[in-house]
Nanobody, 125 residues
């Protein structure tokens, strides 16, 4: 079993930055995909970014965050980060991380085995 705990959310102003963390504990693996998703009030959960690692590491971003957000992983700490710059009110949402053991999930919520409980990000204008 794997547990995911997000942290780093908060209330910021437009243009500010935040760094979210997703700490994994339990039985993690040397490969997989970690994804960040977000859900705004009244909207469906949407893909934000993902990082896949095995022999190499690759990342992928939603168009809405490309160039502003950066996903990274600290292998030693089993932690994935989401650095969010140039935040705007449209980024307001609960942010969730998720883990796919097989490393096959791509840009959707399908295929993820474990989910965190989320962390709130609120961006004021």
């Amino acid at each position: 079993q794997v547990q995911l705990v997000e942290s780093g959310g908060g209330l910021v102003q437009a243009g500010d930055s935040l760094r979210l963390s997703c700490a994994a504990s339990g039985r993690t693996f040397s490969r997989g995909t970690m994804g960040w998703f977000r859900q705004a009030p009244g909207k469906e959960r949407e893909f934000v970014a993902q990082i896949t690692w095995s022999w190499t590491t690759s990342t992928y971003y939603a168009d809405s965050v490309k160039g502003r957000f950066t996903i990274s992983r600290d292998n030693a700490r089993d932690t994935v980060y989401l650095q969010m710059n140039s935040l705007n009110p449209e980024d307001t949402a609960v942010y969730y991380c998720a883990y796919d053991r097989a490393g096959r999930a791509f840009a959707t919520a399908d295929g993820y085995d474990y989910w965190g409980r989320g962390t709130q990000v609120t961006v004021s204008s």
